[in-house]
């Protein structure tokens, strides 16, 4: 049942479960819902760009690979990349084990601040997975 997975109010959430957690009117951090991490399995490998390239919104940023499949994953807003989480490469199953705090995986300095409107809150997201299922 979705109302049982972990969803801090703090988060917006793309249709494609990337998340977005505000840092600073400028930048925000990326990571994958715990509902993605737990659909997809136990997660085996993320790749994730270098610092420095930019992306456009819902543009393909990396990939992540559990023993169920291999995914993409969407740039929910577009953005410089400013950071990445290194220890994803060493650890990529934090992604499981906590995904909105030791598993986020890219801090973004937003080019258009506005995409964080085309996101869902948390309700909204909860409602959505519910839908799903």
Do not use: C
Not at 35 to 53: H, N
Not at 59 to 71: D, L, N, P, T
Not at 102 to 131: Q, R, T, V
């Amino acid at each position: 049942m979705a109302t049982e997975f972990i969803m801090p109010d703090d988060i917006l959430v793309a249709e494609t479960h990337e998340y977005v957690r505000t840092m600073d009117d400028d930048r925000v951090r990326v990571g994958i819902t715990e509902y993605a991490a737990g659909q997809l399995g136990d997660i085996v490998f993320v790749e994730l760009p270098d610092v420095g390239q930019t992306f456009d919104q819902n543009e393909s940023f990396g990939s992540i690979e559990s023993v169920k499949a291999q995914s993409e994953l969407y740039l929910p807003v577009a953005g410089e990349i400013i950071a990445v989480n290194t220890q994803l490469s060493e650890e990529p199953q934090m992604v499981n084990d906590d995904p909105y705090n030791g598993g986020w995986m890219l801090e973004i300095l937003l080019s258009n601040p506005d995409d964080l409107k085309k996101l869902m809150d948390a309700d909204s997201y909860l409602k959505f997975i519910g839908e799903a299922n």
